[in-house]
């Protein structure tokens, strides 16, 4: 949750001097800076919780996969649009978050079968 939030704080604060006119204005660079803002975001939270560095890595590369995988370059367009071209943090948040949400909630289940898998749990 907390990369999450980190994530918004970010787009919102850019679109103080992000100017887009339409979705399509965005580019693929800046997509991907976002997409390396979510993930720097993860590891930086991961560390300041005291995380185990590995299990840090592992919710993160799977958050990073998730995320790639559900999104098209359309989509996350729509959603840094959608984000910086808001009014308000409670505006950018409920348009997008429960969709982030909702894609990255996979991700315990999945480090768990892959630990499973790898004999790394009995």
């Known amino acids: 949750m907390r990369v999450i939030t980190l994530f918004f704080l970010l ?3 850019l679109s ?3 100017s ?3 979705v399509d204005s965005i580019t693929d660079e800046e997509i991907e800076n976002y997409k390396k803002a979510i993930s720097n975001g993860c590891y930086e939270r991961g560390d300041a919780g005291g995380f185990d ?3 840090t890595k592992r919710i993160c590369s ?3 996969e998730t ?3 559900a999104f098209t370059r359309q989509e996350w367009a ?5 984000v910086v071209t808001s009014k308000s943090r409670d505006e950018a948040v409920s348009k997008s978050i429960p969709k982030v949400l909702e894609t990255i909630k996979s991700c315990p289940d999945k480090i768990k079968e892959s630990m499973e898998a790898n004999g790394e749990l009995e």
Request: proline share 4%; charged share 25%.
């Open 20 to 22: 887009y006119e339409s």
């Open 78 to 82: 729509q959603m840094i649009y959608d």
């Open 62 to 64: 799977c958050i990073d």
């Open 11 to 13: 787009m919102i604060s």
């Open 16 to 18: 103080a001097w992000s």
């Open 53 to 55: 560095p590995e299990f």
């Open 67 to 69: 995320l790639d995988e």
